[in-house]
């Protein structure tokens, strides 16, 4: 069982940037593409970003590609997200999730572990 625990969410003003954290209990947490995910009120839950798990290919959706990165630290057990240029759009709840030797998929479904997400205000 592995266990994500996402920080690093608060209130900000448009234009400004966060960075989130998301830190795995388990050893093997090289062996896991890592993705990021978000649900705004009233809506369904929706790909962000992700990172493969032996490449470390990244995807992005088109509505956070060139100014949100996914990056990792294996030897931390940890994936970050640096949310830059932020959007009133952006508000959300930020969701991490582990998919064992993942490529990076953006279909939430391909995962099998998820924290229990952090929130993200943007204020305009």
């Known amino acids: 069982q592995v266990q994500l625990v996402e920080s690093g969410g608060g209130l900000v003003q448009a234009g400004e940037s966060l960075r989130l954290s998301c830190a795995a209990s388990?050893?093997?947490?090289?062996?896991?593409?890592m993705g990021w995910f978000r649900q705004a009120p009233g809506k369904e839950r929706e790909f962000v970003a992700a990172i493969s798990w032996h490449s470390g290919n990244t995807n992005y959706a088109d509505s956070v590609k060139g100014r949100f990165t996914i990056s990792r630290d294996n030897a931390k057990n940890t994936v970050y997200l640096q949310m830059n240029s932020l959007k009133p759009e952006d508000t959300a709840v930020y969701y991490c999730?582990?998919?064992?030797?993942?490529?990076?998929?953006?279909?939430?479904?391909?995962?099998?572990?998820w924290g229990q997400g952090t929130q993200v205000t943007v204020s305009s």
């Open positions: 999730a582990a998919d064992l030797l993942g490529s990076g998929h953006p279909k939430a479904s391909e995962y099998e572990y």
């Open positions: 388990e050893r093997t947490f090289s062996t896991y593409a």
